[in-house]
């Protein structure tokens, strides 16, 4: 069976972008003190966890048949 190589990528990103959103959330905010108070934790979680869903989703695009490329029914012609 044929697999689109975004799927497990996709897969990947999205968990470590949960990771690192959840990690943000409810980690020491203390440590922020360095980075200008910044959450650097959240909004690069976030970020991955975007682009993981975002090539995830591309990749069970690329695996649909493509039914727009099948011939349909032959079109019938009226009787005279």
């Given at each position: 069976?044929?697999?689109?190589i975004?799927?497990?990528?996709?897969?990947?990103?999205?968990?470590?972008?949960?990771?690192?959103?959840a990690?943000?959330?409810?980690?020491?905010?203390?440590?922020?003190?360095?980075?200008?108070?910044?959450?650097?934790?959240?909004?690069w979680?976030?970020?991955?966890?975007?682009?993981?869903?975002?090539?995830?989703?591309?990749?069970?695009?690329g695996?649909?048949?493509?039914?727009?490329?099948?011939?349909?029914?032959?079109?019938?012609?009226?009787d005279?």
């Amino acid at each position: 069976m044929w697999m689109d190589i975004r799927l497990p990528i996709g897969i990947l990103f999205a968990i470590l972008g949960c990771i690192l959103v959840a990690y943000g959330l409810i980690g020491d905010h203390s440590i922020y003190r360095q980075s200008l108070g910044i959450n650097i934790n959240l909004i690069w979680g976030a970020g991955l966890l975007v682009f993981g869903l975002g090539m995830f989703l591309l990749g069970k695009r690329g695996m649909r048949p493509d039914t727009q490329n099948e011939p349909g029914p032959a079109a019938s012609s009226p009787d005279r």
